[in-house]
């Protein structure tokens, strides 16, 4: 059984004698391989016939390729999350604002409470209200708005 040095040898043989052509020595000969049509039209067809096998250009094209997709992923994945967050910034704020405002409210409602158990109904304020009311649900109502308005008019 031939060991698998002498079979690398052969290999490695075979293979030095098919990328190393055999030198032309006559002068004849070289001339005829230059002036022959087929001189030229071998390379041709070694490159037609084969198509671009991945070399040391390909590969580095495939890495930086594969790098720009890495990052690019990256960098959309965090806008991504950034946007998200703005949306999340957002909807906590309009949270928070309705908030406030709920509370604003509440606050008013019970000065308006306060405010009509202090109303004298037969005073001219009194008389002036029963007739400003008459178009709202109720009293209670009419004395938020009457109340918020006389906050936004005074300085």
């Known amino acids: 059984m031939e060991s698998i040095d002498d079979i690398l040898a052969s290999v490695k043989a075979e293979y030095e004698v098919k990328d190393n052509p055999k030198p032309l020595h006559n002068p004849?000969?070289?001339?005829?391989?230059?002036?022959?049509?087929?001189?030229?039209?071998?390379?041709?067809?070694?490159?037609?016939?084969?198509?671009?096998?991945?070399?040391?250009?390909?590969?580095?094209?495939?890495?930086?390729?594969?790098?720009?997709?890495?990052?690019?992923?990256?960098?959309?994945?965090?806008?991504?999350?950034?946007k998200l967050k703005k949306q999340q910034q957002l909807a906590e704020k309009k949270i928070k604002q309705e908030q406030i405002k709920q509370q604003q409210k509440e606050a008013?409602?019970?000065?308006?409470?306060?405010?009509?158990?202090?109303?004298?109904?037969?005073?001219?304020?009194?008389?002036w209200f029963e007739e400003f009311a008459y178009a709202y649900p109720s009293k209670l109502d009419a004395a938020i708005d009457y109340l918020q308005a006389l906050r936004e008019t005074q300085p």
């Open 28 to 82: 004849q000969q070289l001339k005829e391989k230059l002036v022959s049509p087929h001189a030229i039209a071998p390379s041709v067809e070694v490159a037609e016939n084969f198509p671009l096998q991945p070399g040391k250009n390909n590969l580095s094209y495939s890495h930086e390729d594969s790098v720009l997709a890495q990052v690019k992923a990256e960098f959309e994945e965090q806008e991504k999350a950034e």
């Open 108 to 127: 008013l409602a019970s000065q308006a409470k306060e405010w009509l158990k202090n109303l004298n109904s037969l005073s001219e304020e009194g008389l």
